[in-house]
């Protein structure tokens, strides 16, 4: 069975553009969230999707925004970008939406603000 | 409000010697925990989770970790490190939503 897959795995780009990123989630799983791992700020929660919906939202600006397709993959956009917004992307996939369903990792995206 | 905290940043063990990696969670109703590695460069890989029941719970790569109620903690053992354990160890909360609550993060080196 495929994990979670994350396209590209490196994205520079340049400050005040916008940066897409993908996840496809594990087969069978509706439920994708997206993270931010920033050098000395640890993981974050950013964004959570299921059934097409936003469900939650971390403390992120409005600039950072994603969506939701029918087969269930998701796009992450931030728009605008900062120096600060250079960070590791991890996108994870759940089966349900409890607390309890385990989140699983993709590889994730490096992107680097210049 | 929900935390996770790892208290050691860096630990340093010889290959084959004993680990146990700390873990501490603040949250009021049950908790669901998660132990998380991150090898330089990767995703995260589970490698175990505590929803309910046996509160010794075992995990992929023989790590295991114990859960206790009255220390808040969810420590991760393993009796004899491999050099390839070398790696960031994450500890992990489930918060309302969904949303996992992470700790700092250990790093592990491991000495041949």
């Known amino acids: 069975e495929a994990g979670v897959t994350q396209s590209p795995t490196h994205l520079i780009k340049t400050r005040g553009q916008q940066a897409t990123l993908r996840c496809s989630p594990i087969?069978?799983?509706?439920?994708v969230y997206w993270y931010q791992q920033a050098l000395g700020l640890g993981l974050q929660f950013l964004l959570w999707?299921?059934?097409?919906?936003?469900?939650n939202r971390g403390n992120f600006p409005p600039r950072f925004s994603g969506r939701q397709f029918p087969n269930y993959s998701s796009e992450l956009n931030v728009n605008a970008l900062e120096l600060e917004d250079s960070a590791l992307y991890l996108c994870a996939s759940s089966s349900r939406t409890g607390r309890q369903e385990t989140q699983y990792f993709g590889p994730g995206t490096r992107l680097l603000v210049l | 409000a929900q935390s996770v905290t790892q208290p050691d940043i860096h630990i340093t063990v010889s290959e084959g010697a004993s680990l146990e990696l700390r873990c501490n969670y603040s949250y009021g109703a049950t908790p669901y925990l998660f132990w998380y590695v991150q090898s330089p460069g990767q995703g995260l890989q589970l490698l175990l989770k505590y929803f309910s029941g046996d509160t010794l719970v075992q995990g992929i790569k023989g790590f295991e970790a114990e859960f206790k109620r009255s220390q808040s903690s969810f420590n991760l053992r393993k009796p004899s490190v491999h050099w390839s354990d070398a790696a960031e160890y994450f500890c992990?909360?489930?918060?309302?939503?969904?949303?996992?609550?992470f700790g700092a993060g250990t790093r592990l080196a491991v000495h041949p």
């Open positions: 992990a909360s489930a918060g309302g939503y969904n949303k996992l609550i």
């Open positions: 999707y299921d059934e097409g919906e936003e469900r």
């Open positions: 087969s069978g799983h509706t439920s």
